[in-house]
C-alpha cells in the first residue's frame, strides 16, 4: 500500500440508494456494492480530505495495473476518479457500466 493510504473500513448509509453497506470482508470499503455509487471524499485514499464531497456516478469500468476498476464522474467538480471493484459488487451493473463508453 501507499504511505499514502490510510485504512479506513467503516459500515455506511449509501447516500444513493439508502441500503446498508457493511465493511469489506478483507479490504477497505470505498463505495456501495449495491448501486456502486461512491462520494468524493478522499485526496488520497481512506484520508477523507478532499472538500468535494460530491456524489461520483459509476460511468464505465477499465482495468489498470492488473485492478478492475470502476470509473467515476463526480456530479459536483467533474473530476474522474477509479475505485478497485469488491468481490461482493452487483455484478449486473457491473456488466452493464462496462459496456459504456467513457474517456479522460
Known sequence: MSQNFVVRNEEFICTNCG?????HPHSCRDHCNYCLHSLHVDINPGDRLNP???TLI???FRIK???DQIVYK???CKQLVF???APDDNKSLLIKISS???SV
Not at 441500503?19 to 465493511?23: E, I, L
Request: some cysteine; charged content about 20%; proline content about 9%.
Open 74 to 76: 463526480c456530479q459536483k
Open 100 to 102: 459504456i463508453p467513457w
Open 65 to 67: 495495473n492488473q485492478k
Open 83 to 85: 475505485n478497485i471493484i
Open 19 to 23: 441500503k446498508t453497506v457493511y465493511k
Open 52 to 54: 468535494c464531497k460530491g
Open 58 to 60: 459509476p460511468i464505465g
